[in-house]
């Protein structure tokens, strides 16, 4: 079971998960998967448990496991990033993994616009670093540069739940000048900094493709109080947005009956918002007046709904009273400086 959001250290709560399988991110090589595949560390649910359940190999477990070594060395595993990016911290989560999980593990990391070979010149980004039972295990890294992929290397064998490389996207603004993007996107550095409520999730909204099901975006608990939910959005850059879309899809019974968007331009604010910010959000411009939504529908806002408005860094996304909505997307130019 995942950590409650408020249990997460700052780089977790303040970054994106890179090893996303969601996002983008892709298993390429491991020494041993003889217990469970690679392919499954990079799963963005938490860890799930079925204790009757074995398949040709032994004890099906949800996450990446070696057989148990009988030599010497040990075993590692290469993934690559959603987006080449910096890298805040890691989770090394051995949920369910009890009698089988590895001593310990270290992390390094290269850039490479290819397929990591052996001429690949890898930098360790955490040391060697001790791991315990079905336990969480969170560990800051240091380094600022910008790396494109991770080399997972267990001491000696065993199994690894997730893997979660938190971090920051590198936006090259050079090649997106003077074309619109979507500067809400997860995979631009894009994300969710408050919200009014997420009981089902959040994770998805800023995320690429459509949704695939009702639980691949944000849905609030209904609402028994006056009001309305909100969501904060920290774009991936400064710019002015010229479009949106909502996507209520697999939403049918539970969309909300309008929305609206509103903007800000905070500047260099935090990476979080306080409080007070966030009260003061309600009075910040209104872009996109309420509009109303349709269940499991791509709704999409231009020029002429979207109201002119200089470069912002912050949006906030309204929903009336409640629901649920797959994806969100602002589209627009970066504006430098």
Partial sequence: MSSPVEDLPAFAKNSINLASAGLGAKPLFATDEFFAPLERML????????????????????????????????????????APGTIAGF????????????????????????EPD?????????GLSQLGPSAQHYFACASNAVWSHVRLHIHPDGGVARLRVYGQPSLDTSNVSGSAVDLASSLLGGRVVAMSNAHYGHQRLLAPGRGLNMGDGWETRRRREPGNDWIIIKLAARGTIESAIVDTAY?????????SIQVADLGDA???????????????EEILPQQKLAADTVHEYGPNQIRQNGAVTHARFNIYPDGGVSRLRLFGKIVRG
């Fill in 91 to 114: 989770d090394v989560d051995t949920a369910h993994f009890t009698g089988n999980y590895p001593p310990a593990c270290r992390i390094e990391a290269c850039n490479s616009t290819g």
């Fill in 118 to 126: 052996d001429a690949t010149e890898w930098t360790e980004v955490l």
């Fill in 43 to 82: 799963n963005d649910d938490p860890a799930i448990f079925y204790p009757e359940k074995f398949d040709d190999h032994g004890k099906w477990m949800d996450g990446w496991e070696t057989r148990r070594r009988r030599s010497s060395g040990h075993d590692y595993a290469i993934v690559q990033l959603a």
């Fill in 251 to 259: 939403f049918k019974g539970n969309y909300p009956d309008a929305c």
């Fill in 270 to 284: 935090g990476e979080s918002l306080d409080e007070l910010v966030v009260a003061s959000s309600m009075f910040w």
